[in-house]
C-alpha cells in the first residue's frame, strides 16, 4: 500500500459501520469504492454503515444473488457484489457506467475482482482479519485491519480529511506523517 494509504482498526461490527459512516461524511457525488477483503471479512458491514453515513433508512443486504441494490439518502448507494461473475465483461453489462454517471456513491464487494474495467479514480478499502490480534480472545474474531488507499485525483485529495474522519480508527504506522 502507498504512503497515502489511511490505515485504521476496528474492534466489533459496530465500529466497522461506525467507520463507515464517518466516511460516508466525506462521500460526493460520482465516488466509487472498491471493497476487498475475504469472506466474512466485513465488506457488508462496511457498506450498512456507509449507507447510514449518507441517511439511508433502508435494511442494506449483500446483493450477491441480486449483485446490484440501490438505495435512496443523502446521496443514492449503489451496492455492488461482483463475486459471482465470471467474466469481465460480465461487468460492463452491470450499467457500471451509468450508475456512476447517476451521481450517487457505488461501493463494489469484491471489487478488485473488476478493477480493469473500472474508471480510474477510487477508493480501494481494504478489510482484513487483523493479524496482529490476540487470537486466543472471542474479541479477535472481530477484530479488522482497515487500509483506504486512493486511486487517482478524486480520493487523493481527500486523504487528509479521511485521516480526520477516522482519526478514532487510527493506526499509527512507524515512519508515517500523519499530515499528509
Not at 64 to 90: C, K, M, P
Not at 96 to 113: R, S
Not at 120 to 144: G, I
Amino acid at each position: 500500500m502507498s504512503a497515502s494509504t489511511v490505515r485504521a482498526r476496528t474492534t466489533s461490527v459496530d465500529q466497522t459501520r461506525d467507520l463507515a459512516a464517518a466516511l460516508a461524511e466525506l462521500a460526493r457525488p460520482g465516488d466509487l469504492l472498491v471493497l476487498v477483503g475475504d469472506l466474512g471479512a466485513g465488506k457488508t458491514a462496511f457498506c450498512q454503515g456507509f449507507g447510514r453515513g449518507l441517511g439511508v433508512d433502508e435494511q442494506i443486504t449483500s446483493p450477491t444473488f441480486a449483485i446490484v441494490q440501490s438505495y435512496t439518502g443523502r446521496l443514492d448507494l449503489h451496492h455492488l457484489d461482483v463475486y459471482r461473475l465470471g467474466q469481465l465483461n460480465e461487468a460492463l453489462d452491470l450499467g457500471l457506467n451509468e450508475l456512476l454517471d447517476e451521481g450517487g456513491v457505488t461501493i463494489i464487494e469484491w471489487g478488485d475482482m473488476i478493477v480493469p474495467v473500472l474508471p480510474p479514480d477510487f477508493l480501494e478499502v481494504h478489510l482484513d482479519l487483523d493479524p496482529d490480534a490476540d487470537a486466543a480472545s472471542d474479541e479477535a474474531l472481530n477484530v479488522r485491519s482497515v487500509g483506504l488507499v486512493p486511486v487517482g485525483a478524486r480520493w487523493s485529495a481527500r486523504v487528509r480529511a479521511v485521516r480526520t474522519a477516522l482519526a478514532a480508527w487510527a493506526v499509527d504506522e512507524p515512519g508515517s506523517d500523519p499530515t499528509c
